[in-house]
């Protein structure tokens, strides 16, 4: 089946640095991709959708000049979390659509975020 | 917009039968999704309903009701491992095929 590779598994930064996160699909070209954020106990809540080689979509209340994604090409999208906070540490996840198959999505394996 | 509701937690015993209920109220509706999430670990695909009825896959089912905005999941002769959270999740079909998610139900399973 579809297999989203999301990397790092989990990072600790110190305040004020910025992180990566990225997000590749790896046997299917993903035209959207889905990123949320998870609290502890909490549902997954939509941040941002991205398609390929457009701005992403910002949910309400999501800073888009904190939370950079950017979805250069159909394999990869990436978010990058600008001048951290400890209130910025979560579970992070992203997922990606194909065109052809509407039925699931695909997630990737999840983002522990830490800052200290 | 989009408002799902199901149960916050829920406790069942090992071999028994669960229903986990989702409501949701929402324009354009196009597809429920049920997703399962052990702790700290990414949602796993478990059912996808479009059409009303019942879905059967193996010890799980899902069922919905598009008129009542209403759809379970039902889980039989539960195991320890099924303890997790159950997250309902529904599609709009305006809203570029987006999810959205409900608050997720942690279900316990006792021996």
């Known amino acids: 089946g579809a297999v989203v590779s999301q990397h790092p598994s989990w990072v600790i930064c110190k305040s004020g640095t910025s992180v990566k996160i990225e997000c590749r699909s790896l046997d299917f070209q993903a035209t959207t991709m889905f990123w949320y954020r998870q609290f502890p106990k909490q549902s997954l809540m939509l941040m941002a959708t991205?398609?390929?080689?457009?701005?992403?979509?910002?949910e309400q209340g999501v800073e888009k000049d904190k939370f950079l994604i950017n979805h250069a090409s159909l394999t990869l999208s990436t978010l990058t979390v600008t001048s951290a906070h400890p209130e910025d540490s979560s579970f992070y996840i992203c997922?990606?659509?194909?065109?052809?198959?509407?039925?699931?999505?695909?997630f990737g394996s999840g983002t522990q975020l830490s800052v200290l | 917009g989009q408002n799902i509701d199901q149960p916050t937690e829920m406790t069942a015993t090992e071999g028994a039968i669960v229903q986990i209920n989702c409501t949701y109220q929402t324009s354009g509706f196009n597809g429920l999704f049920w997703y399962q999430q052990h702790a700290g670990e990414a949602p796993t695909f478990l059912s996808y309903n479009v059409l009303d009825g019942l879905e059967e896959k193996g010890r799980f089912s899902s069922f919905l009701s598009r008129s009542k905005g209403y759809s379970y999941l039902l889980l039989k002769e539960l195991q320890m491992k099924d303890s997790a959270s159950y997250l309902c999740a529904v599609r709009e079909g305006n809203a570029g095929n987006m999810l959205t998610f409900g608050g997720g139900t942690r279900l316990m399973v006792k021996p």
């Open positions: 991205s398609n390929e080689g457009s701005k992403a979509t910002y």
């Open positions: 997922s990606a659509e194909t065109g052809g198959n509407h039925e699931k999505l695909f």
